[in-house]
């Protein structure tokens, strides 16, 4: 496969003016400020490849909008070098922008009220130089994947929230961005439209080929859609891999779910630490190098009806990065 983002020792230093409290420090400042230095960004590398669906994820603050302004042109970086397509983002050239696409949040179609969805999509064809061609093939797609056929001819001032949403991603998508920069697509959305927007961005990817760069705050959208994980935090690359390979590299414990008919409870300290109690069910936290053992002992001192060998949830071998307690 070939690699169509490749990012190699990314940095973004923001300045910050300071000063103390008080009216002096305020007229001071007019004439003399200090800065401080935040840096955003330090370092990262990593690629992808055409096709590729990736989570960008860390903590608020861990640099992942600002990498992904960057990469759609926003931003010029500190230092470091970036290749999207062959551009250079921050050069901002036209056939980068029609390449790309970046959708912040729930990003719901703007314009005047008074347009039509579908006058809204016309305008938008101007904008990018859409031929009519390929207009007409990637409204039918959009149409047929967010059910926008009875939303076309109507306002936009008429559009619920949740349909305003989706047709401000056939805005977004209208002329075929081959890369795709999701910032938060989820937040601030009901059970029904994450569960659609999830959909929607797992099919779009597979019928258009779309490079897709995901962040997200909720993991379900993490495990759901991407196979591989770029993990940031600070603003440095702590993990870079398969999704499934995370906890065995970032975390030293398995879960046992345990499920038994024993009427006495036992002393569950005797073989891990207890997660979770419920009347003749456990989960017991037990260190990987001792998961063969510790199952053997429960297997013959219990009368075990199930049990099940788990990796920890995502949420806490993420939170073991940013607590540093690995």
């Known amino acids: 496969m070939v690699s169509v983002i490749n990012v190699k020792d990314l940095a973004m230093i923001y300045k910050a003016p300071v000063r103390e409290a008080g009216l ?20 990262i590398s990593f690629e992808l490849e055409a096709g590729e669906i990736a989570g960008f994820i860390g903590s608020n603050g861990a640099g992942k909008t600002t990498t992904l302004k960057i990469l759609s042109g926003i931003l010029h970086p500190t230092s470091g070098l970036v290749s999207v397509l062959g551009f250079t983002p921050w050069h901002r050239e036209p056939h980068y922008l029609q ?34 061609t390929a207009f007409q093939k990637n409204l039918t797609l959009l149409v047929e994947m967010l059910h926008l056929e009875p939303l076309l001819k109507r306002q936009i001032r008429a ?11 056939a ?9 795709l920069f999701l910032d938060e697509p989820t937040l601030g959305l009901d059970v029904t439209a994450v569960q659609m927007m999830r959909r929607f961005i797992s099919t779009y990817s597979h019928q258009t080929g779309a490079t897709i760069l995901l962040t997200s705050h909720y993991m379900a959208d993490v495990e759901t859609l991407c196979k591989r994980i770029v993990l940031i935090d600070q603003g440095t690359v702590k993990y870079d891999g398969d999704l499934e ?22 002393l569950w300290s005797m073989y891990g630490e207890v997660i979770e109690e419920e009347p003749n069910k456990v ?17 013959t001192e219990l009368t075990v009806i ?16 940013y607590t540093e307690e690995m």
Do not use: W
């Open 24 to 43: 002096q420090a305020a007229l001071s400042s007019l004439f003399r400020r200090t800065y401080r230095e935040i840096r955003a960004v330090q370092d």
């Open 99 to 132: 390449s790309i696409a970046l959708i912040r949040g729930s990003q719901p179609i703007g314009g005047p009220g008074e347009l039509t969805v579908l006058d809204s999509l016309h305008f938008q064809q101007l904008l990018y130089e859409i031929t009519d």
């Open 159 to 169: 559009l619920s929230l949740g349909e305003r949403m989706r047709c401000g991603l």
């Open 171 to 179: 805005l977004s998508l209208i002329y075929q961005p081959r890369i």
């Open 245 to 266: 390979e995370l906890s065995t590299t970032l975390s030293s414990y398995k879960l046992l779910k345990v499920a038994f008919a024993d009427e006495i409870m036992p």
């Open 283 to 299: 989960a017991l936290r037990v260190k990987r190098s001792q998961v063969a053992e510790v199952t053997t002992r429960l297997l």
């Open 306 to 321: 199930d049990l099940a060998i788990e990796n920890p949830p995502l949420e806490r071998v993420i939170d073991q990065v």
